[in-house]
């Protein structure tokens, strides 16, 4: 994280490619500082979404009218759009699912059931979202498999050294999340997939609240599974991906079936088409796979270089600007974070405070973050959570403290 001291300005300047940061709330300024929870969406999306089912609505790959081949056309072309931008070997590599859960359970129910044995062990840290923790749950309790926790140093950091103890011949899958959605770690996730290959054992990341935040190559990772959400990179809700390593994706039995996931029907039996249509049942969600492909050019048209400067400007900023506040507490001081701050104020409820927040039009996230584990093992109920986005600027942190001051003096807190 860049010196909040040598930030002196920060040149992106997107906020009117958003609607909704036009429109007031409660009769103020929009101050979103939700993007760990969902991101705005750009007008390019919005009015590709529009155009879409204005001009181009049709099922997918049975049809011989023009719609139907033409509506075909642009999915295919979102899978290698995601492809790309993954750096992904082959388009069958990228599956499409509903979101980082529903890809996550995809896994699980296949490649776990088929390959997770009694007395197996599954590695997940302590930072993990729910969704990275309730599906192998289901599993292991199935299989009779058994789930060991990586934990995490003071600074939110995961204990690197109890993770090398943790792993063996018997760690057969590592579900590892690439940034913390409630602390903001940006895990060494490439050195932790080689450390899992070395033992024999396959690696899926949670990437959703990596994707908007730095270049994601899945080839240089070498990791075997990797998941995110549209909604997180400005995309379309109800989308997401599941990138798979061709060989694994291919050995891996179906989990849901349906129309366009078979090869051949019969009452006798069925065959089942390759991946990714194998694990694509019935009609998925056309538009969002298409708009999402807007996203991601929306995205790379900014370039990742100029969006994690502007990021680590904001994050800089609002650590020091919080710091400077008594009686507030930032928790999750890793040295390589993503732009969240999560953060306690002595004497207010962070549901409260989130209230207290959005009657100045400041949007923050307040509660557990799905991530119940952590919050137990920190002993608090939950933080506090601002969460940058391309949109952001200095002015909304400044919006963010003023109101924090506000909130502290009506709780009684502070004099200020």
Request: hydrophobic share 45%.
């Amino acid at each position: 994280m860049m010196s909040a001291s040598a930030v002196t300005e920060i040149k992106l300047d997107v906020q009117g490619d958003f609607p909704i940061l036009q429109n007031p709330i409660r009769d103020k300024r929009l101050v979103y500082l939700d993007n760990g929870a969902t991101t705005q969406k750009p007008q390019c999306v919005i009015q590709a979404e529009r155009e879409f089912y204005e001009r181009e609505n049709a099922n997918i790959h049975r049809g011989v009218h023009w719609l139907s081949q033409h509506a075909t056309d642009l999915y295919d072309r979102s899978r290698e759009c995601t492809r790309a931008f993954l750096n992904a070997a082959r388009t069958e590599e990228i599956v499409f699912t509903s979101g980082t859960t529903d890809s996550i359970n995809l896994v699980a129910a296949t490649w776990g059931r088929a390959n997770i044995k009694a007395g197996d062990e599954i590695l997940l840290t302590m930072l993990e979202h729910h969704s990275n923790i309730v599906p192998w749950q289901l599993l292991a309790d199935e299989k009779g498999a058994v789930i060991k926790v990586v934990p995490m140093l003071e600074d939110g950091t995961l204990d690197q050294a109890e993770y090398s103890r943790l792993l063996s011949p018997r760690t057969k899958f590592v579900g590892l999340v690439h940034v913390s959605n409630a602390l903001g770690t940006v895990n060494p996730v490439k050195e932790m997939i080689a450390q899992a290959h070395a033992v024999g054992a396959v690696v899926l990341l949670d990437g959703a609240q990596a994707v908007a935040h730095q270049v994601v190559d899945v080839q240089d990772l070498d990791c075997d599974f990797y998941a995110f959400s549209g909604h997180k990179i400005y995309g379309p809700t109800g989308v997401g991906v599941l990138y798979g390593k061709y060989a694994i994706l291919d050995a891996m039995p179906p989990w849901k079936g349906g129309g366009d996931m078979i090869h051949t029907v019969s009452f006798s039996g069925s065959t089942f088409a390759p991946a990714p249509q194998r694990f694509e049942a019935g009609t998925p969600n056309i538009a969002g796979v298409v708009v999402l492909a807007e996203a991601l050019k929306y995205v790379q048209s900014i370039g990742f270089d100029a969006i994690t400067e502007h990021e680590q400007a904001l994050l800089a900023y609002a650590t020091e600007q919080l710091q400077a506040l008594p009686g507030i507490k930032i928790i999750g001081t890793a040295p390589h974070k993503a732009g969240v701050v999560s953060f306690m104020v002595d004497g207010i409820h962070p549901h409260d405070l989130g209230t207290i927040l959005d009657m100045d039009g400041v949007a923050i996230r307040a509660g557990h973050h799905c991530a119940m584990p952590l919050m137990t093992e920190l002993g608090i109920p939950g933080t506090a959570r601002a969460s940058f986005g391309v949109y952001n600027t200095f002015a909304d942190v400044d919006a963010l403290v003023a109101s924090l001051k506000k909130a502290q003096k009506l709780f009684g807190v502070s004099d200020e």
